[in-house]
């Protein structure tokens, strides 16, 4: 089922053209032209992302995203700001907004932020595993113990981070972007290198057959898929 966006934009070419980007994207796209519309709308409405901007007829977008946040919706918001509106940036994250695009913004960059918030706002909603069992495997993600034929093994705090979010995406195919951003947070000096090493490390420790893994695939060009 396609993400359900809400554009609140008071331009009307900008409109048409993200309307036309994000539906080409597979979204399904909604929008409003003023604050008290896009209120309305976000606060009665299910979505999955508001694209929020700052300066808008009838009431700014700051206070738009103000009054939802009081209201206690949580549903992601983008804000769309003017370079030199770094004030309103700041403000915005404040009070709750998720992240921010400067105008003009490039599409590509656009769309990789939508991603990312869609991709968190999934993972946050996912019930989290305590523990799980695969094969001679035993995992217990509460305590940290993992054993396999009921011998203990030692896994590193990032390899018990990257196996639950394998097995948390059982079945799906997990980028090497989204674990870049999910369990190493795009800390300095981390690229998808890092993400195979620990992949290897965690089929040595687990797997029977390393080099033929049963559990911990790979998919060549993209990443990952755990399968039970």
């Given at each position: 089922m396609s993400a359900r966006i809400l554009l609140v934009e008071d331009e009307p070419g900008l409109v048409l053209t993200l309307s036309d980007l994000l539906t080409?994207?597979?979204?399904?796209?909604?929008?409003?032209?003023?604050?008290?519309?896009?209120?309305?709308?976000?606060?009665?409405?299910?979505?999955?992302?508001?694209v929020l901007d700052v300066m808008l007829p009838g009431k700014s977008g700051m206070d738009v995203l103000r009054?939802?946040?009081?209201q206690g919706r949580d549903t992601p918001v983008l804000m769309l700001t003017a370079k030199t509106q770094l004030v309103d940036r700041v403000v915005g994250l404040k009070i709750g907004a998720d992240d921010y695009v400067t105008k003009p913004f490039e599409a590509p960059e656009l769309l990789a932020r939508i991603e990312a918030l869609l991709r968190r706002a999934k993972r946050e909603k996912l019930a989290p595993v305590g523990s799980f069992e695969f094969g001679?495997?035993?995992?217990?993600?509460?305590?940290?113990?993992?054993k396999k034929s009921g011998v203990p093994v030692s896994l590193a705090g990032k390899e018990l981070e990257l196996l639950r979010y394998l097995i948390d995406h059982r079945g799906s195919v997990v980028s090497r972007d989204e674990l870049l951003e999910a369990v190493w947070e795009y800390q300095p000096g981390v690229s998808s290198r890092t993400i195979d090493v620990h992949v290897a490390w965690l089929r040595q420790k687990l797997e029977d057959t390393p080099?033929?893994?049963?559990h911990i695939h790979t998919v060549r060009g993209v990443g990952y898929r755990f399968s039970e």
């Open positions: 080409v994207e597979g979204y399904e796209v909604e929008s409003a032209t003023d604050g008290p519309t896009g209120l309305a709308r976000a606060a009665s409405e299910p979505f999955d992302l508001i009054e939802l946040r009081r001679n495997i035993q995992v217990n993600f509460e305590n940290g113990h993992v080099q033929s893994p049963k």
